[in-house]
């Protein structure tokens, strides 16, 4: 099994959920995050006067998957997150040893 963390622009989110949810995966976790990477963030004016925003909204999105699974969901967000321009986001990839399910107590990729 594997944790999949993807951070999206905002915008992109509705495309990706939706193309994943197409390919079967079944389960996921969304938070509001910000940061930076190398975009850095702009200046905006409000009131007359410029600031500098340094963190960017982005949605992130947690999924564990089955190993069969991983290629084609990766694949599926690259597709459907990419503008081609800074700032598009990063996906992350991670080994899940073991996944338990808190109601019946099943493990593994049965508790997915």
Sequence with gaps: MVKVEAIVQMNKFE???DA??????????????RGHGRQKGHTENYRGREYSVDLIPKIKIELVLPDN???SAVETIIQTARSGKIGDGKIFLSKVDEVIRI???ERG???L
């Design 20 to 33: 994943l949810s197409q390919l079967g995966v079944e389960g996921m976790t969304v938070s509001e995050v």
């Design 15 to 17: 495309f990706v959920k």
């Design 103 to 105: 109601r019946n107590e």
């Design 69 to 71: 699974l991983v290629d």
């Design 109 to 111: 990729v049965a508790a």
